[in-house]
């Protein structure tokens, strides 16, 4: 990114020198300039237009479809200083992709103006994401001399609701939900003043002119007085308040008392998944965790996501994020979030979950939310400004020295990609968990927000919606449409029925290219892909490869000892299963030396399972290292059966952090000790004995009643001995291929022991190591993956060899 930022602005001074360099003239000359990048709703055009006033340079600047398009006209002196400063002082917010300057001739007109955007063609423009309220607005919401003193939708062009009220582009006010908000005299005063810190706010109101908070009961029945003080009060009485925020609903609940949390936890049917906290402030966040120079920074940010941070031990958050030692915390992000905490009736400490059901979009209308919520939420706090599109709170944590993305939602969204390859007008539908959903066409990548998993009627409906907005706001007709290979995937099946030319993407080929388009990678690489189950090209299920790829090939290096699935899905929920199915694929008496953890399973379940694995009825076989952390989850009896996806894997690391001193990267063995497992060459093929990493775990499991400490001590060992392994693998797979950089993609590289020990050990081995940042590493990113590899291929009517799927299919 430094680089390419670097570029940009020697070219610009290039640009700039081929108009200025010349001595100055007493006629003015015309420049034309188009910028595309994040250049409407974040006070752009203000800024132009206070520049453009203090050198004294006439002119125009417009919002367009491709993004702002200024003329100036003035001496060659004024208009170099305009250039520089262009440079150097554009708002915090902004960011100019690109700047092509041109000349204009004939008369100057008389002074320097904002003119209505033009409506036109292309995808070039990028809308501005949703940004917490800012400093300045929230010492007028507290000021009581200030006309906005304790307004709940105070912003400027620095921060608010944006694409949250976006309709379609450009952006301006009537292309907005603030449309049904006419400004009062003062507002409008403020809007066409370019001294104004609202010059041309498209989301800027007042408590005369703007979107106004009302409080509701249950039934929907209105509640009089001051809407915050009461909500305050009913959160300190442990109810629960259903609060419409920029992209939808919190169900908000106080942190620490442990029977409104189990309620709310009963309510929504979430048993066991973590609750995300919000704290007034900084302050109030370190007493509950740890926070680093790199986490405050994240929870401070203009986006304010929620950040997973290591609870405090002495703090007794058990309810809200049960056997993990990880919490999610946000600051407030809206002025409501800050007026609700000041209050001296509000709990120290919210819970702010998504308004919803478990397994359903977050809420986002108020009658929605009424009929959806109303056997949860106790009181609504709702509000009359329209949400067109919803949006989850993003999820960041610090993993390996930078900040990844869990969940890219709020803050982050629209997220924009622009690559090196020129793409045809395409969908990419994306998986069928975690799912998002790209539109492309030319160099640019438009990934949509959370979505969620398509199993869910609710969610599909969702998944439409955003796709028919997203094809408005972006105007993209695809020509094509691209999806995994899996065809029982909601995703899938939604582009064939399109009628459009369809390429079908191996799962963990999207997920390595993603991660390669990420970093501006073209050339072949070597891909780590450990994640839960994908169908591969074979038509088994993988999830522990190492692939070699480009963006639009892959070759399959090394996997994971295939471990049988007894009952296919069932044992990604009672993961039991998974530990019966360790212990025969290492050749065990399954009806002898059952291991404690699983002897409370009933005897007869197990007999049955038993007979289907040892007869192979129902037991498709799996790579997929997301099992075998199920299967050693469940060995060593941390649970039997999950609640939501990727629990066991989840709480097997929580365990193994437990037992991680501050220099644990150098108990890391090294590719040549005597205890890391074997490797078999099948043909071109590598295969890693993961049976052998569950026969150190039973034989440790075997040397008495294990502790808690012990337990702690194996999953660490688990965790380093599978990193060990691979690192094995690949030394080999380098000296067979000669390729040197290596990608670290899928759900398990969440894992902070394996991503953080990958990318140690095999930067010591000189490779150089990529994973996803911008954007999830998770299945919350494959899209991207499969728009330029389906996209590619439709372009160079490129196929991949061996994968069923030589011809787009119809």
Not at 237 to 251: P, Q, T, Y
Not at 420 to 443: E, F, M, N, S, Y
Not at 759 to 773: P, R
């Amino acid at each position: 990114m430094g680089r390419q930022i670097g570029l940009f602005r020697q070219r610009q001074r290039c640009l700039a020198k081929q108009f200025v360099k010349r001595p100055a003239a007493i006629r003015p000359i015309g420049l034309l300039l188009v910028l595309t990048g994040v250049v409407q709703g974040v006070g752009f055009r203000p800024f132009i237009h206070g520049l453009a006033h203090r050198f004294l340079l006439k002119g125009d600047i417009l919002n367009n479809q491709e993004g702002v398009s200024i003329r100036l006209f003035g001496p060659r002196p004024h208009l170099r200083r305009f250039l520089v400063s262009l440079r150097t002082e554009a708002p915090p917010l902004a960011r100019i992709d690109s700047l092509t300057i041109k000349s204009l001739s004939g008369p100057p007109p008389d002074n320097f103006r904002i003119i209505a955007s033009l409506p036109g063609q292309g995808d070039t423009a990028v809308i501005p994401a949703d940004i917490a309220t800012c400093l300045d607005c929230r010492r007028e919401m507290n000021d009581p001399h200030d006309r906005r003193y304790r307004y709940p939708f105070i912003n400027c062009t620095n921060c608010g609701p944006r694409l949250t009220i976006v309709e379609s582009l450009p952006y301006d006010r009537p292309a907005t939900v603030m449309r049904d908000f006419p400004l009062c005299d003062d507002c409008l005063a403020e809007y066409h003043d370019p001294a104004s810190r609202r010059f041309h706010a498209e989301a800027m109101a007042c408590p005369v002119c703007g979107p106004r908070l009302t409080l509701l009961d249950a039934a929907g029945q209105l509640i009089t007085g001051d809407a915050i003080i009461f909500a305050a009060k009913a959160l300190a009485e442990g109810k629960i308040v259903a609060l419409r925020g920029l992209g939808g609903f919190h169900l908000a609940v106080d942190a620490e008392n442990v029977e409104a949390v189990a309620r709310l936890r009963e309510r929504k049917h979430r048993p066991d998944k973590p609750f995300a906290v919000m704290a007034a402030d900084l302050d109030t966040a370190y007493i509950f965790c740890h926070l680093s120079a790199e986490e405050k920074a994240l929870l401070t940010s203009p986006q304010a996501p929620i950040v997973l941070l290591r609870r405090r031990d002495k703090i007794n958050l058990a309810g809200i994020a049960p056997s993990l030692v990880d919490v999610g915390l946000m600051l407030p992000s809206t002025p409501l979030h800050h007026l609700l905490l000041a209050e001296k009736n509000c709990p120290r400490l919210l819970v702010m979950t998504s308004g919803n059901r478990s397994g359903e979009p977050i809420a986002a209308a108020n009658d929605e939310a009424l009929s959806r919520l109303a056997a949860i939420a106790d009181y609504f706090l709702v509000h009359n400004r329209d949400i067109l599109t919803r949006l989850d709170d993003s999820v960041l944590r610090i993993t390996a020295g930078r900040p990844r993305q869990i969940r890219r939602s709020r803050g982050f969204i629209p997220a924009t990609l622009t690559v090196p390859w020129d793409l045809p007008p395409l969908i990419a539908c994306g998986p069928g968990l975690k799912t998002t959903v790209c539109l492309a066409h030319g160099r640019r990548i438009h990934l949509s927000q959370h979505i969620g998993d398509l199993d869910n009627d609710a969610v599909f409906q969702l998944y439409q919606e955003t796709i028919s907005h997203h094809q408005r706001l972006w105007q993209i007709k695809p020509e094509i449409a691209v999806c995994d290979l899996h065809p029982d995937y909601a995703s899938s099946r939604y582009a064939e029925n399109l009628g459009l030319p369809v390429y079908k993407i191996q799962h963990h080929h999207a997920h390595a290219v993603a991660v390669m388009a990420e970093h501006g990678l073209a050339e072949e690489s070597l891909a780590i892909t450990l994640d839960g189950v994908g169908l591969g090209d074979d038509n088994s299920l993988w999830g522990g490869e190492i692939l070699a790829v480009t963006p639009t090939d892959f070759r399959r290096l090394a996997h994971l000892s295939p471990l049988p699935l007894p009952g296919g899905d069932a044992a990604s929920r009672e993961i039991w299963r998974l530990g019966l199915a360790a212990r025969f694929a290492m050749g065990d008496d399954l009806a002898k030396n059952v291991p404690p953890s699983l002897a409370a399973i009933d005897p007869y379940q197990r007999e049955i399972v038993g007979q289907m694995l040892t007869t192979g009825f129902n037991c498709p076989p799996t790579t997929s290292a997301g099992r075998l952390f199920d299967a050693v989850a469940s060995l060593l009896g941390i649970r039997q059966q999950i609640s939501y996806e990727g629990q066991a894997a989840i709480e097997l690391e929580a365990l193994a952090l437990a037992a991680m001193g501050d220099n644990w990267l150098a108990a890391l063995p090294k590719p040549d000790a005597p205890e890391i497992v074997a490797m078999v060459q099948e043909k071109d093929c590598v295969e890693i004995d993961s049976p052998a990493l569950i026969r150190s775990i039973l034989r440790a499991l075997r040397r008495g009643q294990p502790s808690r400490e012990s337990l702690a001590a194996i999953a660490l060992a688990f965790h380093l001995h599978l990193i060990a392994a691979f690192r094995r693998a690949l030394a080999l797979l380098r000296r067979q291929t000669s390729l040197n950089s290596v990608l670290l993609c899928g759900g398990c590289m969440q894992n902070r022991i394996l991503l953080s020990g990958f990318t140690h050990c095999l930067c010591q081995d000189g490779f150089s190591v990529y994973s996803g940042e911008r954007f999830p590493v998770h299945d919350g990113g494959i899209a991207i993956g499969q728009a330029i590899i389906g996209g590619l291929r439709h372009v160079h009517c490129h196929s991949h060899a061996g994968s069923g799927h030589e011809r787009p299919a119809r």
